[in-house]
């Protein structure tokens, strides 16, 4: 049986990871230090946390389900205490794109992120169409990175995150760059801050007397349309007038120089910034 030791296994992602872990084989040890995070553990999973020494011990996979901010200072106290070949997995590419794993040439290091549920799926029931985070009902893909470690552990590595990250689709194999520049780089930096600018947009409509539900439909119903011929879920052509105010559109929204954003420096600035 694999043994895995789940740390922040009381905080928001790890109570996530936690419960998917339980419809498994694996035998899941939870390591958590507050005292919140252990109450909620004992009341919505019905386990104890074990100290951390106790739950290394003969562990084959240890998760760092913490906040990006605090993997690094983590790590730096757990891994020289591992025993040789112990996979450590790691939930987000940023703190390992940015340095902050200690060099240890005889531990694994796994990174592993969710896509999340995408806008065009087959979701059949009510509860996968409101699974937007993924992790419960709708299925979604998972990006995968054996950074360092033997070429047969990544079975094992994608293993575990189609566990905790269940329903899986389908799971993808990058680097652990180029996972830096799907997030934060292409999801965070671009999408994420042009959704936002979509919704001051929207509001700015609604400044002029439109009622927030119809802008919110409007936008909405366009952005389905639009995004299905865009990224070709569907066929489909604009007209001249769409075609016309894209051509006006993108000059007046974005800098000439935009796409600096996925040069390798940026990538490193932005890691380093949110770590």
Not at 162 to 176: D, K
Request: charged residues 25%.
């Amino acid at each position: 049986m694999t043994v895995v030791a789940l740390f922040g296994a009381g905080g928001k992602m790890g109570m996530r990871l936690g419960r998917n872990l339980m419809k498994t084989d694996f035998q899941v040890r939870h390591v958590e230090v507050s005292d919140t995070g252990k109450a909620l553990l004992k009341k919505e999973h019905g386990v104890e946390a074990v100290a951390q020494a106790e739950a290394i011990d003969g562990a084959d996979v240890v998760i760092l389900a913490v906040p990006d901010t605090v993997i690094g200072k983590l790590a730096e106290s757990l891994v020289p205490t591992l025993a040789s070949g112990t996979m450590v997995v790691v939930l987000d590419a940023a703190a390992p794109y940015a340095g902050y794993l200690p060099e240890r040439e005889d531990i694994t290091y796994f990174v592993t992120h969710p896509c999340h549920p995408p806008i065009f799926n087959d979701e059949s029931t009510p509860e996968g169409r409101k699974d937007h985070f993924g992790g419960d009902y709708a299925k979604q893909g998972v990006v995968n990175a054996l950074m360092q470690g033997p070429e047969e552990h990544y079975d094992l590595g994608d293993k575990v995150a189609r566990a905790i990250y269940a329903p899986v689709a389908n799971t993808y194999r990058c680097t652990v760059e180029q996972m830096a520049f799907l997030e934060p780089g292409l999801s965070e930096t671009v999408c994420a801050s042009l959704l936002v600018v979509m919704r001051q947009a929207m509001d700015e409509v609604i400044k002029t007397g439109v009622s927030k539900e119809c802008a919110r439909d409007f936008l909405l119903g366009h952005m389905n349309i639009l995004a299905a011929v865009i990224f070709e879920e569907r066929q489909g052509v604009f007209s001249d007038a769409c075609n016309k105010a894209i051509e006006f559109g993108i000059p007046t929204l974005m800098k000439d120089d935009w796409k600096k954003v996925f040069e390798k420096e940026e990538i490193l600035a932005s890691v380093k910034r949110i770590t």
